[in-house]
Nanobody
Framework: LQLVESGGGLVQAGGSLRLSCAAS????????MGWFRQAPGKEREFVAA????????YYQDSAKGRFTISRDNGKNTVYLQMNSLKPEDTAVYYC?????????????????WGQGTQVTVSS
């Protein structure tokens, strides 16, 4: 499975961005999907995840109420809508795929990764 993220950029605090992750070379609907982020000098951390069908979603506490993960299996794409962005959301955001029914929160359990997209939130 190949994953390509897009949609990152520079935004002011309080603004919004929508990240997309397009999948190819595999059966997208067979994979649970996750979004992770990594800030300079920090470990990669879980942000949000979604089950294969899209019926179940999971969020890091700091993302609840601000971020929404969704997927369109017909378009082989997973999205992360990010609202009310804060400077501490600044990081490289990665999407990842795992052949599991329920997406894990541990990044080491994922099978495939995209190249990442930079999100910078200015104060």
């Amino acid at each position: 499975l190949q994953l390509v993220e897009s949609g990152g950029g520079l935004v002011q605090a309080g603004g919004s961005l929508r990240l997309s992750c397009a999948a190819s070379r595999g059966t997208f609907s067979s994979y649970a999907m996750g979004w992770f982020r990594q800030a300079p000098g920090k470990e990669r951390e879980f942000v949000a995840a979604i089950s294969r069908s899209g019926s179940n979603t999971y969020y890091q506490d700091s993302a609840k109420g601000r971020f929404t993960i969704s997927r369109d299996n017909g378009k082989n794409t997973v999205y992360l809508q990010m609202n009310s962005l804060k400077p501490e959301d600044t990081a490289v955001y990665y999407c990842a795929a795992v052949a599991a029914l329920r997406p894990p929160l541990n990044p080491y359990e994922y099978d495939y990764w995209g190249q990442g997209t930079q999100v910078t939130v200015s104060s």
